[in-house]
């Protein structure tokens, strides 16, 4: 589906927030002008900024992928080449197109292939041979193929021939030449796969090559046993090419224990297997300290624990079992993780292993990572790229982490300059920063608005809010009315607030009582009292003797509609309480096909919906395509799920407003690199489902919401943008022309008729339904429709200035209108006299289009009494009832104009 359908003219409009940026995979500067740059996002496209960062204009929008890995640059040719698909292998790491480059900064791109690499870890310019293009892959990340590997062009990218390959799940991370000899290639691999329960970053595939010959030959040079992601850098030192590899270790350390008075799991578990009586031995502070350390709730203190084992209600291995779950296992894992190793001669390759292992800097998720940089100068000067930016004096011995107070964590691309050491420039989960003193000072360059957002939610107030959670960004509050710039620096207020941190999840308002609900990843959640600003912990806890719930990435909540203080959560159980979160009830069985053993949590509810017309009738869906209905309020439950796809991730369920039995279900096969669309519609509690999916393009589905006003009229979000129907999914249409990002979440207010658009990689927007849902599809049967206008507010101050130096004043409004075709239009306006005053000639085109109209009338129109004459010379409509007509050829629609006095 192209950008060229009926309604891709709506306006949208970006409401922020750019304080808190989203995640940077690559930055290219130009070193003989250091004030212009490129810079790509992992799901927010390329910008461009000729200012120091000060402004920049996305380049990227409109290609079939905006997800990028990397990106190069011939400044000499001013050629930008783009490899897209993100190189981290994240939750959240959308797979590319391919390759593309521009020659006239983004006005038009040219497609190389590679489409089947999926992600990108680097692309390689030869210095002086603008046709030879090289291309480190790592094709899919979340199934085998043969697509990856190291790739040369030898004509501009228009053919490609693989001369690196190591096996279907291995492909190339990193690659560079050798400074001075461009013949000279060093690549790194990667062996991994993620599944959707598991995530395999190592493996035998991982290692370093050389090629001497242009590519046409490879050596390995280093390998190893479970290692990850590995990232690369050369240096020159005493006329020889040297480099630095930085490694993620995966290989297990064993954790010592430090105390050998406090008690650890393996403690426990070895009392598990003695008689009991040796277990109530315990000094009851040890065991005290124990519960408390591994965060056991209060009511579980040594004293109740002895006395429930004692009484045989429970065992010792009960404690154990509470700590169970595969996120716990993931975060208290210990691994070698980041090592650093040197060879001074990559001729002559002897590796010496600079750092054995650097705490705190991978910690389990080294595969995030992997960058290092050597200073242009001084090949002792080393910054490395993890949780923290770290830099060494001494050539990798010793570490320390820059100053970061305004730099966000999680680092991915740096430059330094090579003819300015001092200075750097940074990008990371936050956005871009640059210091002109190696990184002891920094300046904060947000100004797109490329957050990542996984939830939003709106409230009550007038003007409303938007409240959102965003990637590794926490949640934030902002105002509907956000005004983009930079005004907000001199008068200290911004118009998004930050609430709470990690990975922001999703969000309930009650807006009566002041409450907000929300959390971060993994089911952490609390309510927060914007009245005195206190925060209460109220996920859901297993008891002892329970296994421990599961919950999702992104664990859902949702407050009923229909009960004050009433809301629901899911785990793998779905769980309700009736005082805002002070305690739960168990209200279901297990609603997943159960657990499976893997390194990320797995079996959990993704969505919940409670229909608006009758309490207790629940639907939930799961990340294992399970979808379940209640129809008593937990009392029974129904397993619905649709048999042909009950192995995709359940992305939304949602129960129709108008029709009691009516409920929708989106599902995504992202996770299985399956594209398919799948929309299913139900009339009869999910009995039997139908594919409404038609016409839809090949973008996985993410959210669906029904129109609060039309039943016929739905919406949905994808991982490359936004649709809607409006005959119930017979045929969709393109809405809007947002840029080519996912659509994680959607939010109507039926108070604004607005459509409020949370999206991974371009903050939020925010579209006006008003031109969509006053509609049905017999539109597409008329020549022309004008669409009903509201009443314009008129002004003594249109054509004047509030001063000397300010701009006139004036009010432009879009008046809308549908053309069936593409066509020559005439739009007249008339007075209550029949008198002409204002006259245009529109090229139309088909679907909605707009007249700009600022009130005033044309030029040597013949003077009306209804006209005013202003400081600018121009003419402008007084307060009054107008003519407007739309004239194709063969059809006029007609319409009033109305502009009532001021107030």
Request: aromatic share 14%.
């Amino acid at each position: 589906m192209s950008l060229t359908g009926n309604f891709v003219n709506i306006p949208f409009e970006s409401v922020g927030p750019t304080i808190m940026s989203g995640r940077v995979t690559d930055i290219e500067i130009n070193p003989n002008n250091p004030i212009e740059m490129f810079v790509a996002y992992a799901s927010g496209g390329v910008w461009y900024s000729c200012n120091n960062g000060q402004s920049f204009k996305p380049v990227f929008d409109n290609q079939h992928s905006i997800t990028v890995g990397d990106i190069a640059v011939n400044w000499n040719e001013f050629t930008l080449w783009v490899g897209t698909g993100e190189n981290n292998s994240s939750r959240s790491s959308y797979a590319g197109t391919g390759i593309y480059y521009t020659s006239d900064t983004g006005k038009t791109w040219i497609h190389c292939g590679l489409a089947e690499t999926q992600h990108i870890g680097r692309v390689l310019l030869h210095p002086s041979q603008k046709n030879i293009i090289y291309v480190a892959a790592m094709g899919h990340l979340n199934s085998a193929n043969t697509e990856r590997g190291v790739f040369k062009s030898v004509d501009f990218g228009k053919t490609w021939k693989k001369v690196l390959y190591i096996n279907d799940k291995t492909g190339a991370i990193d690659l560079c030449f050798d400074p001075q000899n461009p013949e000279i290639l060093i690549a790194a691999t990667w062996e991994r796969i993620r599944s959707t329960f598991h995530f395999n970053g190592s493996g035998d595939g991982s290692g370093i090559f050389i090629s001497k010959n242009g590519g046409e030959n490879w050596e390995k040079i280093y390998s190893g046993k479970n290692i990850g992601r590995i990232g690369l850098s050369v240096f020159n030192e005493s006329g020889k090419t040297g480099l630095y590899a930085i490694i993620d270790d995966q290989n297990p350390i064993a954790i010592k224990k430090t105390d050998s008075t406090v008690l650890s799991i393996d403690d426990i578990r070895k009392y598990s297997l003695k008689n009991v009586n040796e277990f109530l031995k315990i000094d009851d502070n040890k065991l005290e300290d124990f519960l408390r350390n591994n965060n056991f709730p209060e009511k579980y203190n040594s004293k109740t624990v002895k006395h429930l084992i004692k009484s045989g209600k429970n065992k010792v291995i009960d404690l154990v079992n509470y700590l169970g779950d595969a996120n716990h296992n993931l975060f208290n894992s210990k691994f070698k993780g980041a090592v650093i190793i040197k060879t001074d001669n990559i001729e002559k390759v002897d590796w010496i292993t600079v750092n054995d292992s650097i705490d705190d800097f991978y910690y389990t998720y080294g595969y995030y990572f992997g960058q290092i940089r050597v200073s242009p100068v001084n090949s002792k000067e080393i910054y490395i790229l993890g949780v923290v930016l770290a830099k060494s004096d001494d050539g990798g011995n010793k570490f320390y982490k820059l100053n970061d107070e305004n730099v966000h964590a999680d680092y991915h691309a740096l430059w330094i300059n090579p003819n300015n050491e001092n200075h750097i420039i940074c990008g990371n989960d936050g956005g871009l920063n640059i210091s002109y003193d190696k990184g002891k000072n920094w300046v904060k360059c947000n100004t797109p608005a490329v957050g990542q957002f996984y939830a939003i939610a709106i409230d009550e107030e007038e003007p409303y809010n938007i409240y959102g959670g965003m990637q590794d960004n926490g949640v934030w509050k902002g105002s509907r009315y956000y005004n983009q710039g930079t005004s907000w620096h001199q008068y200290g207020k911004y118009s998004w607030q930050f609430i709470l941190g990690g990975d922001g999840m999703q969000i309930s308002v009650d807006t009566k009582q002041k409450l907000v609900f929300t959390g971060y990843q993994f089911g952490n959640y609390f309510r927060i009292n914007n009245t005195d600003k206190t925060r209460k912990y109220i996920t859901p806890r297993h008891e002892l003797g329970e296994l421990p719930y599961r919950f999702n990435w992104q664990t859902p909540i949702l407050q009923s509609k229909h009960a004050k203080n009433t809301m629901y959560f899911g785990g793998n159980f779905l769980f309700r309480t009736f005082d805002n979160g002070d305690t739960w009830k168990k209200i279901s069985p297990d609603l997943t096909s159960g657990k499976k053993e893997g390194n990320v949590p797995f079996g959990t509810i993704t969505t919940i919906d409670e229909s608006t017309m009758k309490f207790g009738l629940i639907y939930t869906g799961s990340d294992d395509g399970n979808i379940y209905v209640t129809k008593d309020a937990g009392n029974s439950w129904q397993n619905i799920s649709i048999k042909q796809f009950n192995q995709f991730w359940v992305t939304r369920v949602q129960a129709s407003k108008f029709v009691e039995s009516r409920v929708y279900a989106t599902l995504s096969a992202f996770r299985n690199d399956i594209f398919t669309p799948f929309v299913m519609i139900s009339d009869d509690y999910g009995s039997t489902w139908k594919n409404i999916s038609s016409n839809l393009p090949m973008e996985p589905v993410n959210v669906i919401r029904e129109d609060y006003k039309n039943k016929s009229i739905l919406y949905i979000g994808t991982d490359n943008g936004i649709y809607f129907t409006l005959n119930q999914g017979k045929s969709w249409e393109k809405m809007s022309s947002l840029p080519r990002v996912a659509v994680h979440d959607i939010v109507i207010n039926s108070e604004t008729n607005e459509l409020v658009i949370g999206t991974h990689g371009r903050s939020v927007y925010v579209i006006s339904l008003n031109e969509i849902n006053s509609l049905d599809s017999l539109i597409f049967e008329n020549n022309l429709f004008l669409y009903n206008l509201p009443e314009y507010q008129y002004s003594e101050n249109w054509g004047k200035k509030s001063g000397f130096w300010e701009p006139e004043i004036e009010s432009k409004v879009q008046i809308p209108f549908f053309s069936a075709i593409n066509q020559d239009i005439e739009i007249a306006i008339t007075d209550s006299a029949g008198v002409l005053v204002k006259f245009e000639k529109i090229n139309a085109n088909k679907g909605v289009n707009y007249f700009n109209f600022n009130f005033s009338a044309n030029k040597n129109v013949t003077i009306s009494r209804f006209l005013r004459k202003a400081d600018n010379e121009k003419y402008y409509l007084k307060p009054g009832k107008y003519k407007l007509n739309v004239n194709s050829k063969t059809k006029t629609a007609e319409g009033n104009l109305i502009i009532s006095n001021t107030k």
